[in-house]
């Protein structure tokens, strides 16, 4: 049976602990100013897309889920990080011209064309396409009709699961939110034979185990890295072998929403225990990525693909950024003070995730807030994913509830002192 050990103090549920999906939907007036926002973003820039021009789509949805939480008398201050993304996108280089016009009587087929598109790098084409699709279908037919591709391509980052995943949920009646999906699929296209595949050769003679977390809690090296981007990194765990070595069996039988509690506890102990260097960008994708992708697993004709992908995000962050063992049984000591606000803001990330840890369960809602309110006027398109997924997944999973909130006060206080040692 696949373990996910827990301390006594981490299986109290904390139903309290919601993520934005619990706090309602986004006023009228937020949804308003998104979508103008995403309206400018929407717009395709002709050079390869650097960090932020990438991120832009999925920052706009993250901020945008978060604003119910936000603290009242900061709405405003979280409001104009939106307004000023918009701006910052605008100025970040020249936009291509207006997708030419593609007309389709089957979405079967216009989906067809944009997977050879993007196989073959043609850009305009798989921008012309993306278009037809973003103005017919609904946000959530989007996820249904592209998942099976994207969720293998590592193209963009490996980010399209994160876009697919976030923009029914978060503004699903925006058109204009819908047609960021010309800048993704531009990327794309990019780096079209980019993707995982070792699961479309499983052997047939591998029986299925259910020991997933122990094989992720420290496992070997791949081999030699000079850089940390996602492409090189899950490639090597492909190529080295070691993804089908250590992810075949374990996976075969892992139902998505199991794989997502699974991983999501791996990815959050990473956090907490491993080397904090890799905190804002290697530890925060551990959870992001994969939880986008088992999120809109149940979306697809073959949600086992997702699983595997996902697991393979993991292996390859642990395997490549990791220094230490994991230990499932870990918590923090508690803190000295009774009221865990203080520490989030001024505390060191070992002393901000004690508190989060250990909140009282009347004082989770102020917590939330708190690390909502923090990333929401924060500068970080990572510290602001994720919040987002932190809080989603202790919605998800009630049990680990007080590790994913200690995982979000972790690299919230990480931002701080980063922050604070810049302006020092």
Known sequence: METTHSSAREARPLASAAGPDGAGPVADDDARLCDAVAARIARP????????????????LARAALLPLVRRTALDGARARIAALG???????DEVEPAGERKYDDAGRAVADLGRAIDTGALDDADAIATWLAATLAPDALVRALGDDLVPRLGAAAHGAIFLHE???????????ARMLRGLVRELAREGTCRLAWFRARRPDVAPASDLVARLLAPPSPGSLDTSFIYPTMHLVETSGLASELLDAATRALEPSRASRVLGRVAAWSMLQDDPAHAPYGWSHTLTMPRATLGIARSLRAPADAVAVAATYVLGFRATLGRVRLDPAWAPAPPAARDPLPALDGASPAEAAA???????????????????RASLHHDAHLVKYTRACLDAGRADPEAGRLYLAAAASLSAWWRAADGAEGG
Not at 357 to 370: F, I, K
């Open 167 to 177: 923009l029914p949920r978060v503004l699903p009646r925006s058109p204009a939110a």
């Open 45 to 60: 820039k002709r050079a390869a897309a650097d960090s932020f021009v990438l991120h832009a789509p999925l920052e706009l």
């Open 87 to 93: 701006d910052a996108y605008a100025a970040a280089g």
């Open 355 to 373: 508190a989060a840890w250990h909140a009282r369960p009347d004082d989770v809602p102020r917590v939330v807030e708190a690390l909502a309110t």
